[in-house]
């Protein structure tokens, strides 16, 4: 099964589904504890400091009423105006509750305030540690999963997935927090007071809780739709406008913009039902708001009526609905988005759930003797096998060419000797361990490929040869460039790569910027970026993977004359479909479907006048034509 698409059978056949996807999100808020502790400590002050207003006005409205008017006189019942004491007693009551009312605005303004820094800072640290976690996790799974992912996929669960788990961190923490003092003490001082109002009001939250209840499913399903939509939109983007060229070439442009066109309205259609559902449940909690404080009016009206709470206290009720109802709305607003970042969480879950591949094993001193003995590898759910039965040996300093057809398996014999997949045991040996016994990174350390489709960064040519060497900025770090890092090296390994050549063409010479995996830069000079930072970057190894198939036999000769210098006493295997690239090799395999069919020193293969003998022969007329040509001295193949 594919590992990223496997969201709907985990989802509703897991236990503890919260947990998988909030687990780690929560454990990552652990690492910040003291900003949380200390941020969740305040809450309940501020929450305690609002609760204290209501009551505060509320008696000093009755202690108004009181001083402003004094008892009715029994025989006319009219009321009169209080004596001068009782009025000074009443300005008195006034400003102290008015200072009093100061001081608890000013408390929860501070408390407000530093808890909303402290918790909202805090969901943004917990977005950046997911984001590096989860990278951090990518770069260490198998190469037989990313065989299988989707980059535009992953891009979209490693940015908008992990924000949405932010999105809903900050206010869940800190009107969670809130909700959760303000709402019970709420309505335990209400009780205190008057129950039958209490119960009223208690009855219409209900009639809230329940319709949040039968919308919460639906808003999960459609939040789940919608993320996957953005999944799916960031991949098409992503290939579209990677592969541009073939889009505009086989005029695909309105094929591929129906296709988006589609993507997009699924996404809509997503987002149109979760508006409706947010739209639903706002208006719900609006109106449940009113329809309470309606309620505590008339049933608290008619109680102070009824004389059994005071003006003052029925003010004092209002203001503790008006506190609770605003954590409720944003609680509301916050659950209402619940789904959307439990999805995103769900597929964030789902990669960390990926094994990653174990770099684990013995980290020997190795002299770099090759050895692979009947080695036979199939790709995971591939039928037939890459290689059949190959086996060679190769000392240190030696060369080891590889030809064939396409589709041979010489890129395959390269990808396993530097174990991008693991071969059998006991088929690839380095010295005499066996490859699988060695910590993967040291046996990648050992070898520097030049791919046969390099992939260039989008940073400068000089940055893109300096990638391997340890001492380079990361692509795209402009502050050090490797220019200047290097130069003499650097010089060198260009000049091997027979680049240089080709630096005038270039508006800033090495610093020149390549483009998006270096579109401005021919076939021929992408191979030859990529075979300079191979030989700048000194591992023991070199693997070139038929790394001059776009050169022009006239630089292809020049480089090979710069191999021999630059690669000093190092190893070389070659993968090659131009013969000439491998004449000079120690020991040449002949490739066909996996299988060795002949080996041999060049001059052995000639005598053997087999299938090495016949490609050198047409390879050779095929050369002199081209020589022979006058507009046949270009590239091959640029992009
Ligand atoms: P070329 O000269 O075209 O580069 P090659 O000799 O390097 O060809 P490989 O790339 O090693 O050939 O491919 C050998 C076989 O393995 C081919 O049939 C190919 O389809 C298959 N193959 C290559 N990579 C994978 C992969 N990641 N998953 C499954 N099959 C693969």
Known sequence: MHPVASTESSETQRP?????????????????????????????VHAAVTLWMPGLIGRTLD????????????????????????????????????????????????SRFVSRRLLIDV??????????DLVAHLQRLPMTWFDRSRTGDLVSRLTQDAELVRFVMGPLLLHGGNALCVLPAGAWLMASMNVPVTLAAAGVFGLLLFAFRSVMPRLHKWSKKSQEAVGEISQQAQEDFAGIRVVHQFARVERERAAMATKNRRYLLANLRLVRLRSLLNALTHTTSGAVLLTVLAVGGYEAIAGRITVGELFQFIGYLALMTFPLEVLGWTIAMLPRAYAGANRIAELFEVEPEPNTGAAPELTGRIRVENLTFTYPEAERPALADVSFTLEPGQKLGLVGPVGAGKSTLLALLMRLYDPPRGTIFLDDHDLLDLEPEIVRRRFALAAQEPFLFSDTIANNVAFGDAAAPAPGDAAAP?????????????????????????????????????VTLSGGQKQRVSLARALLSDRPGLLLDDTLSAVDPGTEQRILR?????????????????????ADADLILVFDAGQVRERGTHEQLLAGAGRYAAAWQLQAESDALESNDPGGDGEEGAA
């Open 16 to 44: 503890g589904r919260l947990k998988r996807a909030f687990g780690r999100p929560l454990r990552l808020l652990w690492r910040h504890r003291l900003p949380v502790l200390l941020g969740m400590s305040l809450v309940p």
């Open 63 to 110: 202690l108004l009423t009181a001083a402003a008017q004094a008892p009715p006189d029994p025989d006319t019942s009219t009321i009169a105006t209080s004596d001068p004491e009782t009025l000074a007693a009443g300005y008195g009551d006034l400003r102290a509750a008015c200072l009093v009312l100061l001081a608890l605005g000013l408390a929860e303004a501070v």
């Open 123 to 132: 969901s943004r640290h917990v977005e950046e540690d997911l984001k590096n």
């Open 482 to 518: 490797a220019g200047d890092l290097i130069p003499s090296t650097l010089d060198a390994a260009v000049g091997a790569a027979a680049l240089d050549q080709d630096l005038p063409q270039f508006r800033d010479g090495l610093s020149t910027l390549v483009g998006e995996r270096g």
């Open 562 to 582: 710069g191999l021999e210098t630059a690669r000093r006493d190092r190893t070389v295997i070659a993968a090659s479909h131009r013969l000439s690239v491998v």
